[in-house]
């Protein structure tokens, strides 16, 4: 790309330590890769296909990253949010030709998400801004627009 890319990050704050070690981590990576980018935030992880629709209509964004946790409950709330989440964001992913990053953590556990969102440890914040930023790569290389 001749410009730096510049990315928006959707943040669901419902685990708000989760999220900022999600954003830490992708940062760095952005940082890495030359970008610019926004921070929007959202209140959990269901918002993000909405957020997600809202920013790709202002075609302001040449990626974007979606970044949150959802922690199974004793409830099937776990099951239905992380199924529409995921559906959700590919959906409009492929509907609207748009560079997006997954970095929704579905875990078990509290302490799983810890383990993969700190960037000292797993780093999967890292790895949605790699997947965010090879996909604005290739959309430009295949000169696609959305």
Request: charged letters at 25%; glycine letters at 8%; a negative charge.
């Amino acid at each position: 790309m001749s410009t730096a890319p510049h990315i928006l990050l959707l943040e669901a704050r419902y685990y708000r330590d989760i999220t900022d070690m999600l954003a830490a981590g992708a940062i760095a990576a952005l940082e890495d890769w030359g970008a610019t980018w926004e921070r929007v935030e959202l209140s959990g992880a269901f918002e993000i296909p909405g957020g997600l629709r809202m920013a790709i209509a202002t075609s302001r964004y040449d990626g974007y990253l979606a970044l949150g946790c959802v922690i199974r409950g004793e409830t099937s709330h776990y099951d239905h949010i992380c199924a529409e989440v995921a559906r959700g964001i590919n959906d409009l992913a492929v509907r609207y030709i748009a560079p997006v990053g997954f970095g929704v953590l579905t875990v078990e556990t509290y302490e799983q998400a810890c383990e993969r969102a700190d960037p000292a440890r797993r780093n999967k914040g890292r790895e949605a801004a790699i997947a965010c930023i090879k996909m604005v790569e290739l959309a430009a290389t295949l000169r696609v627009t959305g």
